[in-house]
């Protein structure tokens, strides 16, 4: 739970999207004393909400007309297109309010929606996180915001609710590259830990002082330290779901082929985690690539 | 450079392969009050050794007789199980002594020089290491050891002379599995580190702020810190150098052969440092797999 030191200035914060990871980001920006007003697909994470101190929407509208700023946390680009550029949230805001939209999408979207939010006078930040469920539980996002100084000065506060690690790497668009490099490099390592790991389990090794020894030297990874027991011990309660990371993985490939770089790792992590969703392991956390690992080497090979 | 502190018990101890790790592994291993004899092909280390207060073995047999403790850092599996097993080093060395090979070879051939070893009542460690010739040089190496509880806690002075990291991971082989194990995900994250920062360095981000939010995250790993900058810089000096990280990962996939795992991430990393050895770039740093990546974007196509 982060802070809620009252140091914190309270906004009017409307909050869309209450999922794995917007319900304890919303929690965590009302502990830090923010007024809230929240809407959501589902009924359970709105009354959640309620109970805790916030008020529920009776719609978009009433929502952007109550809120200095309005964080957006969907769950596809397509149903961030949707909510903010094709239903009016964005005209129904306050001219001067803030706009951080924190789900995950292209550049190319994320700057669609930066030139609409500057052509109605809204200051608009993309600032997708990472980090996972425990991390939005916790307050510890890593937190990557695209835009204005202006806007990230002016959300700072909220961020800091919500995350640790926060950065304004760029202007429009730039949060969302960086995730999609984020997602790159949290794929490619996951599947080459879990490899590592397939072929650790075939060893005759001490296992707690052989992770301790990969944790020491070059092969040291965050994945490492948070995963490796999870995939030891065949643990996948999600955490990051396989069919979340996918998604994200799409909206990787979308950007790359936009700026025309081939991602071959990408593209083989991108099939294992296919294959652990093809065998029914979608709702599985993410971790699970390493069944696909381990599935390459006992397949029921047969015929003539 | 390692303590010199002089609370080691000086052993006496033989030191075969003064090559780029060897040569400032045997340097600390003299700083920290040992007393060294020294064998290597080229004529330059020995001589280096000898200034810095080393004795210089006229041929393996003297220093076997003379040591207490035999290391070996030799370059190939080929060249240690010469010398090991063909030349008769074990054979000529003291009863009772300590045999320490610190090059990296597969699991099986450990098990071998372990086995002759205990015949010959001599203690034997695999005991490879990570880290590169910037941790040999700074006494920071990560060092995983395989064989007897005794025969670790003889050779734990000499290795906290060379190493941080130190762990006794199992028995005889163990410290080539683990070794094997951290090559995997070396190699895994090496090439998904390129990947990524390959397509960063295509988007509109603020660099350091962008490195900064994915080392924050789940993105974060030791080769990211360590070598995010001279991927980005296009700086490839050696550090630890693109042909011996292949001849490492052929033992890998011997290693993994022998117990049946499939490694296709890793495979797909070796081609991809392949394609730099092919390219020119062998005695590069094996960060210059990133040239791979971008390779891939840039290629000369033609063709009716």
Chains 1, 2 share one sequence.
């Not at 709105?46 to 809120?67: I, Q, R």
């Not at 999609?180 to 397939?198: F, P, S």
């Not at 990787?252 to 990408?266: I, M, Q």
Request: with cysteine.
């Amino acid at each position: 739970m982060a802070s809620s030191s009252g140091n914190e200035t309270g906004l009017r914060v409307g909050f869309i999207g209450l999922g794995l990871m917007g319900k304890p980001m919303a929690k965590n920006l009302l502990a830090a004393g923010n007024h809230l007003m929240v809407a959501s697909r589902s009924r359970g994470p709105v009354d959640e909400l309620v109970a805790a101190g916030a008020s529920a929407a009776t719609g978009l509208a009433e929502l952007a007309g109550f809120a200095e700023a309005v964080i957006t946390m969907l769950p596809t680009p397509a149903v961030t297109s949707e909510v903010l550029l094709e239903e009016g949230l964005l005209e129904s805001m306050r001219p001067g309010a803030l706009l951080v939209d924190m789900g995950t999408e292209t550049p190319e979207l994320a700057k669609r929606i930066h030139a609409r939010a500057e052509g109605l006078g809204i200051e608009a930040l993309d600032a997708p996180v990472s980090g996972g469920d425990t991390g939005a539980i916790a307050g510890t996002l890593s937190i990557m915001a695209g835009g204005s100084e202006s806007a990230f000065r002016r959300a700072a506060p909220l961020f800091r609710a919500m995350g640790t690690s926060i950065r304004h790497v760029g202007g429009a668009g730039a949060g969302q590259a960086v995730k999609a490099v984020n997602q790159v490099m949290v794929a490619g390592i996951l599947a080459t830990v879990a490899e590592g790991l397939a072929l650790l389990e075939r060893a005759e090794v001490d296992v707690p002082e052989a992770l301790a020894a990969l944790a020491g030297g070059r092969a040291g990874s965050t994945l490492l330290e948070v995963k490796a027991a999870q995939m030891l011990e065949h643990r996948y309660q999600p955490g990051f779901r396989v069919e979340l990371h996918l998604k994200d993985l799409g909206i990787v490939e979308d950007f790359a082929r936009s700026v025309g770089v081939s991602l071959p790792f990408t593209a083989l992590a991108t099939q294992m985690l296919r294959a652990v969703e093809a065998s029914g392991g979608a709702m599985l956390d993410h971790c699970a690539i390493i069944e696909a690992v381990r599935g390459l080497s006992r397949l029921e090979v047969s015929g003539e």
